[in-house]
Nanobody, 116 residues
Framework: EVQLVESGGGLVQPGGSLRLSCAASGFTFSSYAMSWVRRAPGKGLEWEWVSTIGRGVGSTSYADSVKGRFTISRDNAKNTLYLQMNNLKPEDTAVYYC???????WGKGTLVTVSS
């Protein structure tokens, strides 16, 4: 059974930091690119792609809205995906999902709330 389990969300003040994790199982994690996608509350079904990391170490891409503030990484030995989020803004408030889109696997998400 494929599982993607996100953790690390919570309430943080503007300018603060959080590190999200996504534990993967049930597929060969190291063979696939992985992504973070978010959906903000009150925006209905609108999804926003955040970042993607390639199979190997080094190939990363980011949405303009998070570039320079967020860093995606992975540990293939631990089957875990990360998202380091710095200088958080209220507009970053959303449920964050990790996804392996090649086979359409998605986690259930973790809520990040940025508010003073």
């Amino acid at each position: 059974e494929v599982q993607l389990v996100e953790s690390g969300g919570g309430l943080v003040q503007p300018g603060g930091s959080l590190r999200l994790s996504c534990a993967a199982s049930g597929f060969t994690f190291s063979s696939y690119a992985m992504s973070w996608v978010r959906r903000a509350p009150g925006k209905g079904l609108e999804w926003e792609w955040v970042s993607t990391i390639g199979r190997g170490v080094g190939s990363t891409s980011y949405a303009d809205s998070v570039k320079g503030r967020f860093t995606i990484s992975r540990d293939n030995a631990k089957n875990t995906l990360y998202l380091q989020m710095n200088n958080l803004k209220p507009e970053d408030t959303a449920v964050y999902y990790c996804a392996q889109t090649s086979q359409n696997y998605w986690g259930k998400g973790t809520l990040v709330t940025v508010s003073s």
